[in-house]
């Protein structure tokens, strides 16, 4: 007798169905429970990089506060690293202080913006703020150029501070740097600079290579720093230590001045022989004042370049000057010219 076997297949799935619905399901699991944890590393994120960015803000607003402070209010720069310099509470979280570092020689500032407990330090760069030769240097309200000729660093522009006095008035040791302008006109010394005694220059302090009126970490240069300067220029050794004009065939103060020869000033008159400026030192010609039984008076604007340096001395026990004029490549050294005088100020970096 024949049996009829019947399999009954309706509830009974095969062992791979089996192990895919496992893997489906573990899948759906691992794509939710990696989806909440994401989403929580996420929120973290989302709050630190939150803090960050407030923290960022800070420190922006910590060197625009730098450069309105530095820019309008004339800040110096060169002046005594104190620390902090700046700070501000913007919000009960938010805050910035202005730092200086002065480890290296020379000030560094960096703003420091803090949101809670997160901190973002930046360096502040701002135009005028001296670190190296041939950067910028901002000093009481005038910006200045900087050169490096040989192993000095030269201001390459005459100084301008302090206040105006007339013609008929003499400087004092008052605490107040005072200046000519030349003719008495202020445009003079936009355009050229201001006319000082030496005794004003250097604060009424005979030393060579005094700070004076210049920035602190510069001075007003001695006559051995000028022959260096007019050495490296290329004057022969024999010529460095004789007066009036030297340099000629090496066309020495025709490196040293500015080619300007425009109708606007700051210029030179013609003829501005073999002027070149191959130094970049860019002198420019504000002339002298002088005094006579009276008063003080001015010759020679935009035809000489009168300077003074730091040193006295010479046959004539008076202070070391130079002097550029518009018809001589050469440079003068000058020990003929009485302290009473008023000439130009250039200053060199320590």
């Not at 570092?101 to 703003?111: I, P, Q, R």
């Not at 005979?206 to 022959?227: A, Q, T």
Request: glycine share 10%.
């Amino acid at each position: 007798m024949s049996k009829n076997i019947f399999i009954n297949k309706k509830n009974n799935l095969p062992g791979s169905a089996i192990l895919v619905s496992i893997i489906i399901l573990g899948s759906v699991f691992i794509v939710a429970f990696g989806s909440a944890y994401m989403s929580i590393v996420n929120m973290s994120r989302g709050v630190s990089l939150s803090e960050n960015i407030k923290s960022e803000e800070a420190s922006r607003a910590g060197i625009e506060r730098f450069k309105f402070e530095f820019y309008s209010n004339g800040f110096d720069a060169s002046g005594a690293c104190d620390d902090p310099i700046f700070s501000s509470q913007i919000s009960d979280d938010l805050s910035y202080t202005i730092y200086c570092d002065d480890s290296t020689g020379k000030n560094v500032f960096y703003s420091l913006g803090v949101y809670k407990d997160k901190e973002v330090l930046n360096k502040i760069k701002a135009k005028g703020l001296f670190e190296d030769c041939g950067d910028y240097l901002f000093y009481e309200g005038e910006l200045y150029g900087t050169v490096e000729i040989g192993d000095q660093c030269w201001m390459n522009k005459n100084l301008n501070i302090g206040t105006e006095i007339t013609q008929y008035e003499n400087p004092t040791d008052n605490y107040i740097i005072e200046k000519f302008c030349y003719s008495g006109d202020y445009n003079f010394c936009d355009s050229y600079g201001g006319l000082y005694t030496w005794d004003e220059a250097m604060q009424y302090v005979n030393e060579p290579m005094f700070r004076g009126i210049c920035p602190d970490g510069w001075h007003i240069p001695s006559d051995e720093e000028f022959k260096e300067l007019e050495s490296f220029l290329g004057m022969d050794e024999i010529e460095l230590d004789e007066y009036s004009y030297r340099g000629n065939d090496e066309l020495v103060g025709g490196k040293m001045k500015s080619t300007r020869t425009d109708l606007d000033d700051p210029t030179w008159t013609y003829p501005n022989t073999n002027a070149s400026n191959e130094s970049g030192f860019l002198a420019l010609p504000g002339g002298r004042s002088f005094f006579n039984s009276e008063y003080n008076d001015f010759e020679e604007i935009r035809g000489l370049f009168s300077v003074w340096s730091s040193s006295v001395g010479g046959d004539y026990k008076n202070p070391m000057a130079r002097l550029l004029s518009s018809s001589n490549d050469g440079i003068a050294r000058e020990p003929r010219m009485d302290a009473s005088y008023g000439l130009s100020i250039r200053c060199l970096k320590d």
